[in-house]
């Protein structure tokens, strides 16, 4: 009996624990402009992160440096280093929090994703050719 009271004690209390964890993660998500789409992987190297110890990817790291704030700096950073700024990755170009679109363009922490599967180069000659 005793053994039994002690497991349940223990389980809520995990659960009470895990809860706490994924909030806290919740509310720096909700930092971001836009995190809908990307979620845990916009800061994480794992879109399915452990409840401890979760790798940060660039994006990640950079924001957590900055305390988890959301500001035109790291909106103009290229954290993932694919030549796309963070602000235009999540839709919020001049970081004031409001985002121009609602969902994000492309992940800021994942330097094969970017907001354009043209390369800037390919774009300019497709726009050459309907020139008048």
């Known amino acids: 009996m005793l053994l039994r009271k002690s497991i349940l004690v223990f389980v809520v209390l995990a659960a009470v624990l895990v809860s706490g964890a994924l909030r806290s993660r919740e509310d720096f998500m909700q930092n971001l402009p836009v995190y809908k789409r990307y979620m845990c992987s916009l800061c994480h190297l794992s879109g399915n992160p452990e409840i ?10 950079d924001f957590r440096a900055r305390g988890f ?10 954290s993932d280093g694919d030549e ?8 919020d170009e001049d970081g004031d929090g409001v985002p121009e679109t609602m969902i994000e363009r492309s992940n800021p ?5 970017n907001p354009s599967s043209i390369d800037k180069d390919t774009w300019g000659i497709i726009k050459n050719l309907f020139k008048d």
Do not use: C, K, S, T
Not at 52 to 61: C, I, R, V
Not at 84 to 91: A, K, T
């Open 52 to 61: 401890e110890g979760a790798a940060l990817n660039d994006f990640g790291q």
């Open 109 to 113: 922490g994942d330097p094969l994703n």
């Open 84 to 91: 796309y700024p963070n602000g235009i990755e999540l839709g």
């Open 69 to 78: 704030v959301w500001d035109a700096q790291l909106a103009a950073m290229d």
